[in-house]
């Protein structure tokens, strides 16, 4: 039988690159929505959608409104910021959105290193 396939989502990009943004997103919430199981990385500017508020002030037309997508990835998949992006941003553990843990690249190489992972990085 086959083993379950895992996705492992890093967004690199916040409202620098808007649309990258919402891909990533949009791509994380179809596929936790698919069934898929979904570990989702918050990396470089994407990091300030960890703390509460930040995704309601992102704009992008066309697109799906980026707290819908962050409740839908948080309701079955995992999201993750990463450590030193975090650190280098001043956010702390306490900080973040319900739900959202804070680690770094071992666990990500772990992740991604797992047998029946698809990485993808945006």
Not at 8 to 27: H, L, M, N, W, Y
Not at 80 to 93: D, F, K, P, V, W
């Given at each position: 039988?086959?083993?379950?396939?895992?996705?492992?989502?890093?967004?690199?990009?916040?409202?620098?690159?808007?649309?990258?943004?919402?891909?990533?997103?949009?791509?994380?919430?179809?596929?936790?929505?698919?069934?898929?199981?979904?570990?989702?990385?918050?990396?470089?500017?994407?990091?300030?959608?960890?703390?509460?508020?930040?995704?309601?002030?992102?704009?992008?037309?066309?697109?799906?409104?980026?707290?819908?997508?962050?409740?839908?990835?948080?309701a079955?998949?995992?999201?993750?910021?990463?450590?030193?992006?975090?650190?280098?941003?001043?956010?702390?553990?306490?900080?973040?959105?319900e739900?959202?843990?804070?680690?770094?690249?071992?666990?990500?190489?772990?992740?991604?290193?797992?047998?029946?992972?698809q990485?993808?990085?945006?």
């Amino acid at each position: 039988m086959p083993s379950a396939k895992k996705l492992v989502i890093k967004v690199t990009a916040g409202a620098d690159s808007p649309e990258r943004c919402s891909q990533a997103f949009t791509v994380a919430a179809v596929a936790v929505a698919s069934g898929v199981e979904v570990s989702f990385w918050l990396t470089g500017e994407s990091a300030w959608f960890a703390l509460p508020g930040r995704a309601a002030e992102f704009e992008l037309p066309h697109a799906a409104p980026l707290p819908d997508l962050v409740d839908s990835i948080l309701a079955g998949g995992r999201i993750t910021l990463c450590t030193q992006c975090a650190a280098r941003r001043g956010i702390e553990e306490k900080d973040v959105l319900e739900g959202v843990r804070i680690a770094g690249a071992q666990v990500f190489v772990s992740e991604i290193m797992a047998d029946g992972v698809q990485a993808l990085v945006y």
